[in-house]
């Protein structure tokens, strides 16, 4: 028999086959003669003058990371040697542009004839894969890249649809990874119910779906509208025959473009927020992009940022606020709330209900809220002096309560002063969520263990747990303005305000009345037996230098 190897040619031609149905690199690599081919896209990428070549192992070493050079050289001399029967490493190619990126290059060892070769594939770690096992359907960059067809040839217009599980991740905490797959397949079926048509439905990162549709000549956004509405449906369909063993529900954001003004990116974006407006107005439900609500989502977003650098900096542009709290009996000061207030270099001075919102979403509360007690306990810690009884309210956000180990953060910061705990109320807005997590209940019972006052903020005007009146967790309840105002005039809110003192202090709780602003108001609160006033009857917010000059002075001076 005459010894034969395959020459570069013929390679090639295999090579040729086989690349067809994948999107990695491929190569033969012929050691006993020095000589490799590979993909043709390999040049596009890596600087090879040509996918076949002579001298393969000198012009491999020129396009590897000098720094792991002797890493491979090593591992492909343990092949040659017949210690390592396959190759599997991952290591630095240079590209066409001169950077670096990773790669996974694996292969198997083959001896054909007497030739020794190297059989196998090249993948670029991290580069994303053009189709999805799961749902049958091709991803993001197959997308983008039909996008950008149709920029090139036509004139199109039409919408971006992305569908999500609505609660993903906890289906998939819940039920397993093997449950959150059939539920996108479930998904993805119900969307192929209605849309045949090639590369229109595309696999997203997590638990999306993307749908791509150029209009025709009648059509308008009205039709992602009924898209979505009967997707939906069918999925309660295929949920209610399987007799509820798995549910759940989507939610959609719709964007629409026209190929001569929009990018790909931009739409993207565009869709993506209107997902997310979808799943914050309540999920199960379908969002059209808004320009409008888009900007305010953008300075949204630059004022956290402008919070973040100012936190970071030192506490930039904050100022802690003092509003008196007044005994209505003798008209004796009795303790101030601390209120934080912020005055931005860049957005100028924004009031409270502005920027806390936006300092709980992104947890900037928490340092923010330890300036705050530290700043607090400051004050109180002077103002006893000419005040012994002198009590400081401080205001903690849910996030505080649920996020931070608070109670550390209390005790560390007023334990710099020489003002006892019982000089502190901490002030709370009571929500339903309260309620839902075992841990706020042991918050609470800390802070009593270590003889800290609680206060409900804000009672009556939402979510109200008289359970927690009941167990004496709180022992003060803050009456909220909106009973107050023109309490002398409006019978309902005095009957409202006198059965909240009653009920409180046949339990044996204070009641501080807020937003007292006249005398008439002033008058009835002391006629229903009020303990503490606030308003601006006895004053507005202050800074410290003006609370000690309208309320201390004469104290302090003696």
């Not at 076949?52 to 092949?79: C, R, S, W, Y």
């Not at 190929?259 to 869709?271: P, Q």
């Not at 339903?432 to 042991?442: N, Q, S």
Request: proline residues 2%.
């Amino acid at each position: 028999m005459i010894r034969r190897d395959f020459d570069l040619e013929e390679m090639k031609y295999f090579l040729n086959l086989v690349e067809l149905s994948t999107d990695d690199y491929l190569y033969i690599f012929d050691f006993t003669n020095d000589r490799a081919i590979y993909s043709k896209s390999i040049t596009d990428v890596f600087p090879f003058a040509s996918n076949a070549f002579e001298n393969a192992t000198a012009q491999l070493k020129a396009v590897v990371h000098p720094d792991d050079i002797d890493m491979l050289m090593e591992d492909l001399q343990e092949g040659f040697n017949g210690r390592r029967k396959e190759h599997n490493l991952e290591y630095r190619w240079k590209t066409v542009d001169g950077t670096y990126v990773a790669i996974s290059c694996r292969g198997q060892y083959v001896i054909s004839q007497g030739i020794k070769y190297l059989i196998g594939r090249i993948s670029e770690i991290g580069k994303q894969s053009r189709f999805d096992n799961n749902t049958g359907l091709y991803r993001e960059v197959v997308l983008e890249n039909v996008y950008n067809e149709y920029c090139k040839v036509r004139h199109s217009r039409g919408f971006l649809m992305l569908v999500g599980v609505d609660n993903f991740k906890e289906l998939n905490e819940k039920y397993g990874a093997k449950t959150g797959d059939e539920v996108l397949n479930i998904l993805t079926d119900a969307i192929r119910r209605y849309i045949d048509t090639p590369l229109r439905i595309f696999r997203m990162p997590g638990d999306e779906c993307a749908i791509f549709m150029p209009y025709t000549i009648e059509d308008n956004i009205e039709q992602a509208k009924n898209l979505y509405k009967r997707i939906r449906n069918r999925i309660d369909r295929v949920i209610e025959h399987r007799k509820y063993d798995i549910f759940f529900t989507i939610s959609a954001g719709t964007a629409e473009f026209d190929t001569e003004r929009d990018s790909f990116n931009d739409l993207l974006k565009n869709a993506k927020f209107s997902l997310h407006a979808a799943k914050l107005n309540g999920k199960n439900r379908c969002e059209i992009f808004d320009s409008v609500n888009y900007i305010e989502y953008i300075k949204k977003l630059g004022i956290q940022d402008e919070l973040r650098r100012c936190i970071s900096e030192g506490f930039e542009g904050f100022e802690l606020y003092f509003q008196p709290i007044y005994n209505p009996q003798n008209d004796r000061l009795s303790g101030a709330e601390a209120l934080i207030r912020w005055n931005c270099s860049k957005y100028g001075f924004m009031g409270p209900d502005k920027f806390i919102p936006l300092l709980e979403e992104s947890a900037l509360i928490i340092p923010l809220g330890r300036w705050i007690i530290d700043s607090a306990a400051k004050a109180c810690n002077r103002w006893i002096t000419n005040i012994p009884d002198f009590v400081m309210h401080i205001n903690l956000s849910f996030v505080q309560i649920v996020k931070s180990n608070i109670i550390k953060d209390v005790l560390e910061y007023i334990g710099r002063y020489s003002a006892a705990n019982n000089h502190y109320v901490f002030e709370m807005t009571e929500t339903i969520e309260m309620d839902r997590i075992p841990a706020v209940e042991r918050v609470f019972k800390e802070f009593i263990k270590n003889e800290f006052r609680l206060a409900i903020d804000d009672f009556g005007t939402g979510y109200s747990n008289y359970g927690y009146m009941r167990d004496k967790t709180f022992d003060i309840v803050k009456v909220d303005r909106s009973f107050i105002t023109d309490i002398d005039k409006q019978r309902n809110n005095y009957l409202m305000v006198s059965f909240i003192v009653k009920m409180a202090h046949e339990m044996g709780l204070h009641v501080c009345i807020e937003g007292v602003e006249t005398k008439e108001e002033l008058s009835c609160v002391r006629e229903l037996g009020a303990d503490y006033i606030q308003g601006y009857y006895y004053g507005k917010p202050v800074c410290v230098a003006d609370f000690e000059e309208q309320h201390l002075k004469k104290l302090i001076l003696g």
